[in-house]
């Protein structure tokens, strides 16, 4: 068996198809390696409301979920009234992001998150886009109080042209991953799912070298740098697969299970 102890598992596009969809191969995997004795840590974009059902859909009862990339971390326990309790929350000032963002996409939708409630938002997003509820408030009510996540969704701009953007803005003081579609994730300035993971890592006593971490987007790149083992998915990004050490087959093809699966080998 691998000596890989501590497994971490993005969400979206790599667990769970586009349209919501986690395959019976991928539930087996996951079952397998948890029943085999190793950590499995989901590492999510995902709020907390959004992520803990995801892992009591995979049989994660207890153990760790890195949620809103890396500024939440909860701990799963099956005798809690939730199931859950936040350990780590780490937040930031959404203030000047926000209104300088505002002034360049003037038309776009902004959202903060309320931590295990869904989110104040300047508008309606999508159907399915954003979990949990929703209250419609005031930019001004957005940028007021600490955000441990802000969403912003512009449907009239591409993924290149929002770089172009945060760039011109320069958001220096805070984190920020940029979606398959016109999509940006804002987090606290050094945070990241591998900050999150590395705090997990060390309450688990585990060892650097007996980490594995499989992902597909912008956000999971410092994850899969700072894994002794990092995957990309096959329909990631030349940036994500570059940041890590192997590729395994696209979401289409469940490539998430053979990586799994190496592990039991």
Request: aromatic share 4%.
């Amino acid at each position: 068996m691998s000596r890989c102890r501590l497994v971490a598992l993005d969400v979206d596009g790599t667990l769970m198809s586009y349209d919501g969809v986690i395959s019976d191969d991928a539930r087996r995997a996951v079952a397998d390696v948890r029943d085999a004795g190793l950590h499995v840590v989901l590492a999510t974009g995902r709020s907390v409301h959004s992520a803990v059902p995801v892992a009591g859909e995979l049989g994660l009862t207890d153990g760790w979920v890195v949620c809103s990339n890396g500024a939440v971390t909860v701990r799963l326990d099956p005798e809690l009234d939730d199931g859950y309790e936040v350990v780590d929350v780490v937040t930031f000032d959404p203030g000047p992001a926000l209104r300088a963002l505002a002034v360049e996409l003037p038309d776009a939708l902004y959202a903060v998150e309320e931590l295990g409630v869904g989110f104040r938002v300047s508008g309606d997003f999508p159907p399915g886009e954003l979990s949990g509820e929703h209250t419609v408030v005031t930019l001004d009510q957005l940028a007021d109080g600490p955000a441990t996540r802000v969403v912003i969704r512009a449907p009239g701009a591409t993924p290149d042209e929002f770089r172009e953007i945060v760039e011109r803005v320069g958001l220096h003081e805070v984190e920020y991953a940029i979606g398959w579609t016109a999509w940006l994730d804002l987090s606290p300035e050094g945070v990241t799912k591998a900050s999150a993971l590395e705090a997990v890592r060390r309450r688990l006593g585990v060892e650097p070298f007996a980490t594995m971490a499989v992902g597909d987007g912008g956000n999971d790149v410092q994850m899969l740098a700072w894994a002794a083992r990092g995957v990309a998915m096959g329909h990631a990004a030349d940036a994500v697969r570059l940041a890590a050490d192997e590729v395994t087959g696209t979401i289409d093809d469940d490539g998430v299970v053979a990586v799994l699966r190496s592990l039991l080998a």
